[in-house]
C-alpha cells in the first residue's frame, strides 16, 4: 500500500484509515477491478488519453460561441415539464457570473430527477454547446459541477481537465473523480523504471502532473517525461535484439559451385557504384559467423531486384535453399519472372509458391523460391533455408516474419523496401538492422516530366490520351477510390466510373479495369494483357503502386492525387519511364486547396525519392508515410516525431551508454531485455 498523504504507520505497521479514506479506497479497489488493474495503485499509472482546457469563461454578451464554452452562474428558476409516455424535460435558468449580467438554458430531456439538483440559489459551473433558440441560449445536457465557497478547486470544470480511456458502464466523471479523490489521499508507490532526464519531472511527477494539472504547460513538461521514457526503452530494445542477434553462432557450409561470377561478367550493362557497395556489404555479411539482418532501401528504379538476385545467388553457391517472400500473388509472378530473365539459363530454377499453387519435387538443379505468405504456412517445407529475402517488408506482421525465417536454421535476411523512409525516422526503427541504401540510378531510365492540373482539365486530359494511345502510348489511369465508398459521383471520381469514360471514350477493346478485389488470376491475366499491348490504357486503383513493371508504359495520369501522400504519389509514378523512353505523368487536383497545390508541385520538381519522404515526413508525420498497418513501427502513446526528435536522439546515446554500464537496477530495461531477448529466441 502506498503512503498515505499526512499520516504515518500505527504500531503494528499498518496505515490508518479515516472513515472517508475507507470509503475512497474502497472506490478505487472497484474502480481499477473494472479496468483489468491488479489494485489501486495501479490507478497512478492509469493516465489519461488527452486533457480538455475548461477554464476560459464565456458570457452571453460575447454571442453564441462556435464550440464547447465554461461558464458559472446562478440559478433563477427549475422547472420540470411532463408530456404523456413518461416523457419530460428539465428547464433550469441561470444569471451568468461576471460582466452585465445574462441568462442562460440548461435543458435535460427525460431526466426528472435533475430538478431537484438545481434549487434555485444554487451557483453551479458549466460546460457545453449552446444553441441560440427564441433569443436565449440553450445548453443541452452540458457537464455541470456544484460551485462551493472555499472549495480549493474543481474535478471536472473551470480547469485542465484529463480524458480518459473507458470500457462499458464506465463515465469520465466517475473515472475522474475516484482518481482524483485517491490520488488526492494516498500515494501510490512508483518505480521509475528508467534514468530521468535532466529538467524533466520523474516518473511520479509526470504520472501525478498528467492526471490533474495546473496548467497546458505542466502537460507538456509530464508528456516528455513519459515520451522519453518510451523511447529510451526502445531504443533500449533494439540494442539488445542486435547484440542478441550478434552473439549467435551459425555454421556456413562449404562452397558447392561457383554462380555469382560468372553470372555478374555475363550482365550486358555494369553495376552502379550503390550497387556494387550494397553486394560488398552482403558479402561481408555472408563471411561472417553470424546471421546477416539488412535492411536495403533502393528508390524506385534504383536496381534492388539486382542485389536481391545477388544476394540469392550467394546461397545457392553453398547447396542450400533461398526464398523470397512478396505480399502478393501478383508480386510472386513480377519476381519470378524478373530473376528468371536476369539469372543464369541451365543452372537453377525459379519456382512460385502461393495459396493457389505450390511447386512440385526439388529436381537437379538448386531452386530459388519465390513466394507469398503461404511459405510460412506449417505444411511448407523448405529444406535447409540460409537465406530469406522479403520484399517489401512492411507489409508483413512480426508473427508472419518470424514464421518465415523458422522455416531454417537461424538464416540470413534482407529486406527490401522501395519506399525511402526518411533518415530522421530510420533512426528509430532500425537500430537493430544493418541498413544499405540504393541512391544511385541505373543508365537506361526515361526521363519523367510531372505536370499538375486542377479538375477543370479532365475533359482536356482523357482527349489528349486518346491522342496518345492513337501513336501507340500506354497508359496507366490511377483513381484511390474504386466506387461504392462515393458518396457523390458528381463531385468525386472512381475507378469504375473513370473506367466507364474512359471506354466511351478510347473504346472499350483498348481500357481495362483493375482493383484489389479481383480475384489474383483476374490481375494477372488483365497486367499480361497490357503488357502485351492487346490493352493500351491501365484505369487502376492503387494497387499498381509496387511490383509492376510494365516497360512499355511511358503516361501516367493520377486522379484526385492530393488524397495520396508524396511517398506514395513517388512511387506510382515511378512505374513509367522503365523502358528507356521518357514518360509524362499527370496529377490532377479537385479538392486538396492551396496546400495540396504547393505539395503537388513540390512533387513535380523533385525525383529524388529520399528527399521526398523526409517532406512527407515533415508534412503528414510518420504515420502516414509508414501507413498504420506496418509492423515494426511503434505506436507511441506519449512521443510525437518528429517533433521529438532531440528526445530520440539522446535516448539513442542513454541507451548505448546503459548497454555499457550497470542498467539491471533499471526495472524497466530489465523487462525490455526480457522482450528483445524472447524475441530473438522466437525468431
Same mark, same amino acid.
Given at each position: 500500500?502506498?503512503?498515505?498523504?499526512?499520516?504515518?504507520?500505527?504500531?503494528?505497521?499498518?496505515?490508518?484509515?479515516?472513515?472517508?479514506?475507507?470509503?475512497?479506497?474502497?472506490?478505487?479497489?472497484?474502480?481499477?477491478?473494472?479496468?483489468?488493474?491488479?489494485?489501486?495503485?495501479?490507478?497512478?499509472?492509469?493516465?489519461?488519453?488527452?486533457?480538455?482546457?475548461?477554464?476560459?469563461?464565456?458570457?452571453?454578451?460575447?454571442?453564441?460561441?462556435?464550440?464547447?464554452?465554461?461558464?458559472?452562474?446562478?440559478?433563477?428558476?427549475?422547472?420540470?415539464?411532463?408530456?404523456?409516455?413518461?416523457?419530460?424535460?428539465?428547464?433550469?435558468?441561470?444569471?451568468?457570473?461576471?460582466?452585465?449580467?445574462?441568462?442562460?438554458?440548461?435543458?435535460?430531456?427525460?431526466?426528472?430527477?435533475?430538478?431537484?439538483?438545481?434549487?434555485?440559489?444554487?451557483?453551479?459551473?458549466?460546460?457545453?454547446?449552446?444553441?441560440?433558440?427564441?433569443?436565449?441560449?440553450?445548453?443541452?445536457?452540458?457537464?455541470?459541477?456544484?460551485?462551493?465557497?472555499?472549495?480549493?478547486?474543481?474535478?471536472?470544470?473551470?480547469?485542465?481537465?484529463?480524458?480518459?480511456?473507458?470500457?462499458?458502464?464506465?463515465?469520465?466523471?466517475?473515472?475522474?473523480?475516484?482518481?482524483?479523490?485517491?490520488?488526492?489521499?494516498?500515494?501510490?508507490?512508483?518505480?521509475?523504471?528508467?534514468?530521468?532526464?535532466?529538467?524533466?519531472?520523474?516518473?511520479?511527477?509526470?504520472?501525478?502532473?498528467?492526471?490533474?494539472?495546473?496548467?497546458?504547460?505542466?502537460?507538456?513538461?509530464?508528456?516528455?517525461?513519459?515520451?522519453?521514457?518510451?523511447?529510451?526503452?526502445?531504443?533500449?530494445?533494439?540494442?539488445?535484439?542486435?547484440?542478441?542477434?550478434?552473439?549467435?553462432?551459425?555454421?556456413?557450409?562449404?562452397?558447392?559451385?561457383?554462380?555469382?561470377?560468372?553470372?555478374?561478367?555475363?550482365?550486358?550493362?555494369?553495376?552502379?557504384?550503390?550497387?556494387?557497395?550494397?553486394?560488398?556489404?552482403?558479402?561481408?555479411?555472408?563471411?561472417?559467423?553470424?546471421?546477416?539482418?539488412?535492411?536495403?532501401?533502393?528508390?524506385?528504379?534504383?536496381?534492388?531486384?539486382?542485389?536481391?538476385?545477388?544476394?540469392?545467388?550467394?546461397?545457392?553457391?553453398?547447396?542450400?535453399?533461398?526464398?523470397?517472400?512478396?505480399?502478393?500473388?501478383?508480386?510472386?509472378?513480377?519476381?519470378?519472372?524478373?530473376?528468371?530473365?536476369?539469372?543464369?539459363?541451365?543452372?537453377?530454377?525459379?519456382?512460385?509458391?502461393?495459396?493457389?499453387?505450390?511447386?512440385?519435387?526439388?529436381?537437379?538443379?538448386?531452386?530459388?523460391?519465390?513466394?507469398?505468405?503461404?511459405?510460412?504456412?506449417?505444411?511448407?517445407?523448405?529444406?535447409?533455408?540460409?537465406?530469406?529475402?522479403?520484399?517489401?517488408?512492411?507489409?508483413?506482421?512480426?508473427?508472419?516474419?518470424?514464421?518465415?525465417?523458422?522455416?531454417?536454421?537461424?538464416?540470413?535476411?534482407?529486406?527490401?523496401?522501395?519506399?525511402?523512409?526518411?533518415?530522421?525516422?530510420?533512426?528509430?526503427?532500425?537500430?537493430?538492422?544493418?541498413?544499405?541504401?540504393?541512391?544511385?540510378?541505373?543508365?537506361?531510365?526515361?526521363?519523367?516530366?510531372?505536370?499538375?492540373?486542377?479538375?477543370?482539365?479532365?475533359?482536356?486530359?482523357?482527349?489528349?490520351?486518346?491522342?496518345?494511345?492513337?501513336?501507340?502510348?500506354? &497508359?496507366? $489511369?490511377? /483513381? *484511390?477510390?474504386?466506387?461504392?465508398? @462515393?458518396? #457523390?459521383? !458528381? =463531385?468525386?471520381?472512381?475507378?469504375?466510373?473513370?473506367?466507364?469514360?474512359?471506354?466511351?471514350?478510347?473504346?472499350?477493346?483498348?481500357?481495362?479495369?483493375?482493383?484489389?478485389?479481383?480475384?489474383?488470376?483476374?490481375?494477372?491475366?488483365?497486367?499480361?494483357?497490357?503488357?502485351?499491348?492487346?490493352?493500351?490504357?491501365?484505369?487502376?486503383?492503387?494497387?499498381?503502386? &509496387?511490383? $509492376?513493371? /510494365? *516497360?512499355?508504359?511511358?503516361?501516367? @495520369?493520377? #486522379?484526385? !492525387? =492530393?488524397?495520396?501522400?508524396?511517398?506514395?504519389?513517388?512511387?506510382?509514378?515511378?512505374?513509367?519511364?522503365?523502358?528507356?523512353?521518357?514518360?509524362?505523368?499527370?496529377?490532377?487536383?479537385?479538392?486538396?486547396?492551396?496546400?495540396?497545390?504547393?505539395?503537388?508541385?513540390?512533387?513535380?520538381?523533385?525525383?529524388?525519392?529520399?528527399?521526398?519522404?523526409?517532406?512527407?515526413?515533415?508534412?503528414?508525420? *510518420?504515420?502516414?508515410?509508414?501507413?498504420?498497418?506496418?509492423?515494426?513501427?511503434?505506436?507511441?502513446?506519449?512521443?510525437?516525431?518528429?517533433?521529438?526528435?532531440?528526445?530520440?536522439?539522446?535516448?539513442?546515446?542513454?541507451?548505448?551508454?546503459?548497454?555499457?554500464?550497470?542498467?539491471?537496477?533499471?526495472?524497466?530495461?530489465?523487462?525490455?531485455?526480457?522482450?528483445?531477448?524472447?524475441?530473438?529466441?522466437?525468431?
Amino acid at each position: 500500500m502506498g503512503r498515505i498523504h499526512g499520516r504515518t504507520p500505527v504500531a503494528d505497521g499498518r496505515l490508518a484509515l479515516s472513515p472517508v479514506q475507507n470509503r475512497i479506497r474502497k472506490a478505487a479497489a472497484g474502480l481499477a477491478e473494472r479496468l483489468g488493474l491488479a489494485g489501486p495503485e495501479e490507478l497512478a499509472g492509469y493516465l489519461p488519453r488527452r486533457h480538455e482546457d475548461r477554464r476560459k469563461g464565456w458570457h452571453p454578451a460575447e454571442g453564441l460561441p462556435e464550440g464547447p464554452v465554461n461558464f458559472q452562474g446562478t440559478v433563477t428558476r427549475s422547472k420540470l415539464n411532463r408530456w404523456r409516455g413518461r416523457r419530460c424535460s428539465v428547464e433550469v435558468d441561470l444569471e451568468v457570473t461576471g460582466g452585465l449580467g445574462g441568462q442562460v438554458r440548461l435543458m435535460f430531456y427525460n431526466l426528472p430527477f435533475m430538478a431537484r439538483a438545481f434549487p434555485e440559489g444554487k451557483k453551479v459551473a458549466v460546460y457545453g454547446r449552446a444553441e441560440e433558440k427564441k433569443g436565449i441560449f440553450v445548453f443541452a445536457h452540458p457537464e455541470t459541477e456544484t460551485v462551493e465557497e472555499g472549495k480549493e478547486e474543481g474535478i471536472h470544470l473551470d480547469r485542465v481537465v484529463p480524458i480518459y480511456p473507458l470500457t462499458e458502464g464506465l463515465s469520465q466523471r466517475r473515472v475522474r473523480s475516484v482518481i482524483y479523490h485517491f490520488l488526492k489521499e494516498f500515494e501510490p508507490e512508483v518505480a521509475e523504471a528508467f534514468p530521468g532526464m535532466e529538467g524533466l519531472p520523474s516518473r511520479a511527477e509526470a504520472w501525478r502532473t498528467f492526471h490533474f494539472p495546473s496548467s497546458l504547460q505542466k502537460v507538456e513538461m509530464a508528456r516528455r517525461s513519459l515520451a522519453h521514457e518510451e523511447l529510451l526503452g526502445m531504443q533500449f530494445t533494439l540494442r539488445v535484439r542486435r547484440a542478441a542477434r550478434e552473439a549467435i553462432r551459425v555454421e556456413r557450409p562449404e562452397k558447392a559451385r561457383d554462380l555469382v561470377e560468372p553470372w555478374r561478367k555475363s550482365l550486358p550493362w555494369p553495376m552502379t557504384g550503390d550497387q556494387e557497395k550494397v553486394c560488398g556489404e552482403i558479402d561481408g555479411d555472408l563471411a561472417l559467423l553470424r546471421p546477416m539482418h539488412r535492411l536495403l532501401q533502393g528508390d524506385v528504379g534504383s536496381g534492388k531486384t539486382l542485389v536481391a538476385a545477388h544476394a540469392l545467388l550467394r546461397g545457392l553457391e553453398h547447396g542450400t535453399h533461398v526464398a523470397l517472400m512478396a505480399p502478393t500473388t501478383l508480386l510472386v509472378e513480377q519476381h519470378a519472372a524478373s530473376l528468371r530473365k536476369l539469372l543464369p539459363k541451365g543452372v537453377l530454377e525459379v519456382v512460385t509458391w502461393t495459396s493457389d499453387s505450390k511447386p512440385g519435387p526439388v529436381g537437379l538443379f538448386p531452386r530459388i523460391t519465390v513466394g507469398t505468405h503461404a511459405l510460412f504456412a506449417e505444411k511448407a517445407r523448405l529444406s535447409r533455408l540460409s537465406l530469406c529475402v522479403i520484399d517489401e517488408q512492411q507489409r508483413f506482421g512480426v508473427r508472419q516474419r518470424a514464421a518465415f525465417l523458422a522455416k531454417g536454421e537461424r538464416p540470413d535476411l534482407l529486406v527490401l523496401t522501395a519506399t525511402p523512409i526518411p533518415r530522421t525516422y530510420d533512426l528509430l526503427l532500425h537500430g537493430d538492422l544493418d541498413v544499405s541504401l540504393l541512391q544511385e540510378m541505373p543508365p537506361g531510365r526515361g526521363e519523367v516530366k510531372t505536370h499538375v492540373r486542377d479538375g477543370t482539365a479532365v475533359e482536356k486530359i482523357w482527349a489528349h490520351l486518346k491522342e496518345r494511345v492513337g501513336a501507340g502510348d500506354r &497508359v496507366y $489511369v490511377v /483513381v *484511390p477510390r474504386l466506387g461504392e465508398e @462515393v458518396m #457523390d459521383p !458528381a =463531385d468525386e471520381a472512381s475507378v469504375k466510373r473513370t473506367h466507364e469514360q474512359l471506354a466511351a471514350t478510347i473504346g472499350k477493346a483498348k481500357v481495362a479495369l483493375l482493383h484489389g478485389k479481383m480475384k489474383e488470376e483476374e490481375k494477372i491475366g488483365i497486367l499480361e494483357k497490357f503488357r502485351k499491348g492487346e490493352v493500351s490504357v491501365l484505369v487502376a486503383t492503387t494497387v499498381v503502386e &509496387v511490383g $509492376v513493371d /510494365v *516497360p512499355e508504359a511511358n503516361w501516367m @495520369v493520377i #486522379d484526385h !492525387a =492530393d488524397r495520396l501522400g508524396l511517398s506514395q504519389l513517388h512511387q506510382l509514378r515511378g512505374r513509367i519511364g522503365r523502358g528507356g523512353r521518357n514518360g509524362n505523368c499527370v496529377f490532377i487536383e479537385r479538392s486538396g486547396g492551396a496546400s495540396a497545390q504547393q505539395r503537388l508541385e513540390f512533387l513535380a520538381q523533385n525525383r529524388d525519392g529520399f528527399r521526398i519522404a523526409e517532406e512527407d515526413y515533415r508534412l503528414r508525420g *510518420p504515420g502516414d508515410i509508414l501507413g498504420e498497418d506496418q509492423s515494426g513501427i511503434p505506436r507511441f502513446r506519449f512521443a510525437r516525431l518528429p517533433e521529438d526528435l532531440p528526445l530520440l536522439q539522446t535516448a539513442q546515446q542513454e541507451a548505448v551508454g546503459l548497454m555499457k554500464g550497470d542498467w539491471k537496477k533499471w526495472k524497466g530495461l530489465s523487462e525490455a531485455e526480457a522482450r528483445a531477448k524472447k524475441d530473438i529466441a522466437t525468431n
